[in-house]
């Protein structure tokens, strides 16, 4: 147990629709990562967050957003959804600055 | 651009053999390789990392080997088990401390 918690495990919905993926950090860790993994890809980086502040952009489309609360939990905010946004989306946490991430066990989305 | 490559999409040994997994990459301003596994289901997690002044670290049966010079690491697992059938992803991380490029990953299995 990594001790990030994601939610929902899955999530089915429409072309067109809005979804928010849910994380909380392991506990005392202040940075929060977002990343997709595509059928077939590697993890892909998405954004990262610093005790509520955005730290590092990566690949992340316009109609996606996020942010890190007070309580250090965050949220991927997913917007006009297409199919091929369908993926795995994986949050971690860090307390450290050397890339050991602590991942959870993802939100598998599928658009139809 | 694929700044981490993991050319072997699939890797097959014997229990109790060496597994070598290899990773190449092109990003010269990693300041860190990273290895993590990752169980179907699963978050990725954080198995061991080598940071870019060295050329070797190990950790139990693991054993991460860097070559700058050809931009390569590569991972041994020696001696293997069954256990240890996973995907195993390698990553860079930049400068900033903030972003892990992932290769595409490459499925490990021990057969007994």
């Known amino acids: 147990d990594s001790g990030v918690t994601q939610t929902p495990k899955h999530l089915i919905t429409a072309t067109g629709q809005r979804v928010t993926l849910r994380c909380s950090p392991r506990?005392?860790?202040?940075?929060v990562y977002w990343y997709q993994q595509s059928l077939d890809q590697g993890l892909q980086f998405l954004i990262q967050?610093?005790?509520?502040?955005?730290?590092a952009k990566g690949n992340i489309l316009e109609r996606f957003s996020a942010q890190q609360f007070p309580d250090l939990h965050s949220e991927l905010n997913l917007s006009s959804l297409e199919l091929g946004d369908s993926a795995l989306y994986f949050c971690?946490?860090?307390?450290?600055?050397?890339?050991?991430?602590?991942f959870g066990n993802g939100t598998r989305l599928t658009v139809t | 651009d694929q700044q981490v490559k993991q050319n072997s999409p699939s890797l097959s040994v014997q229990e109790g053999r060496i597994s070598i997994l290899n990773c190449d990459y092109t990003?010269?301003?990693?300041?860190?390789f990273l290895w993590y596994k990752k169980y179907p289901a699963e978050g990725p997690t954080f198995l061991i990392s080598?940071?870019?002044?060295?050329d070797k670290n190990e950790d139990g049966r693991f054993t991460v080997f860097l070559n700058k010079s050809a931009k390569h690491l590569s991972l041994h697992i020696v001696p293997s088990q069954p256990g240890d059938s996973a995907v195993y992803f390698c990553?860079?991380?930049?400068?900033?401390?903030?972003?892990?490029?992932f290769g595409e990953g490459t499925q490990l299995t021990v057969n007994p």
């Open positions: 990553a860079g991380l930049d400068s900033s401390g903030s972003r892990l490029t």
């Open positions: 971690a946490s860090s307390a450290s600055t050397e890339g050991s991430l602590h």
């Open positions: 080598i940071s870019s002044i060295k």
């Open positions: 990003n010269s301003m990693f300041d860190y």
């Open positions: 967050y610093y005790n509520g502040e955005e730290r």
């Open positions: 506990s005392g860790d202040l940075s």
